[in-house]
């Protein structure tokens, strides 16, 4: 029986990364753009449910076991604003991932970086980097997205799941 590993990126600007498979696949995270709940003016980016779904239900399948790896959202009370989007997107995967039963676990950044970027990497700019070009290694195939992403840590969130056997 083989394995499946799809890597979630945290926020609306996220990306998910599917390895396992006999493609590989990396996608941004579907979003939609649309004017905000509250009574002042204003837009949000939200999690498009429904693709978001219909991207993770490529993967139920009785013959390969799929686990998802759900890196754990940015909170920060000084971005109050960030830390609002990156939870309510959290929180509408999970309910997602939940809903059709797949198997799933968290994984902090650091943990994920530590084992595939090169060590000493620190700073923002630096780990954006260090996504970039080990990713365009590893996946040249989505070398052009990656570019447009700034990042490719869903793929290498997934990526290292699988090398860690998880």
């Known amino acids: 029986m083989s394995k499946i590993y799809i890597g979630v990126d945290n926020?609306?600007?996220g990306s998910i990364g599917v390895?396992?498979?006999?493609?590989?696949?990396?996608?941004k995270t579907p979003t939609k753009f649309e004017q905000n709940y509250t009574k002042a003016?204003?837009?949000?980016?939200?999690?498009?449910a429904v693709q978001f779904k219909a991207f993770l239900?490529?993967?139920v399948s009785r013959i390969e076991t799929t686990l998802i790896i759900l890196e754990r959202p940015f909170k920060n009370p000084k971005f109050f604003k960030s830390t609002c989007t990156a939870l309510r997107c959290f929180e509408a995967q999970l309910a997602i991932i939940e809903s059709l039963e797949f198997p799933h676990?968290?994984?902090?950044?650091?943990e994920w970086q530590r084992n595939i970027l090169p060590k000493g990497t620190k700073g923002?700019?630096?780990l954006k980097k260090a996504s970039l070009d080990i990713g365009s290694r590893l996946f040249p195939q989505f070398k052009?997205?990656?570019?447009?992403?700034?990042?490719?840590?869903?793929?290498l969130i997934a990526e290292n799941a699988r090398r860690?056997?998880?």
């Open 11 to 13: 926020g609306p600007t």
């Open 19 to 27: 390895v396992g498979t006999r493609s590989d696949v990396f996608i």
């Open 41 to 48: 003016k204003g837009n949000i980016t939200r999690l498009h």
């Open 57 to 59: 239900m490529q993967y």
């Open 105 to 110: 676990r968290y994984c902090d950044s650091k």
């Open 124 to 126: 923002a700019p630096e």
């Open 144 to 155: 052009e997205l990656m570019k447009k992403q700034k990042d490719a840590d869903g793929i």
């Open 164 to 166: 860690e056997k998880w």
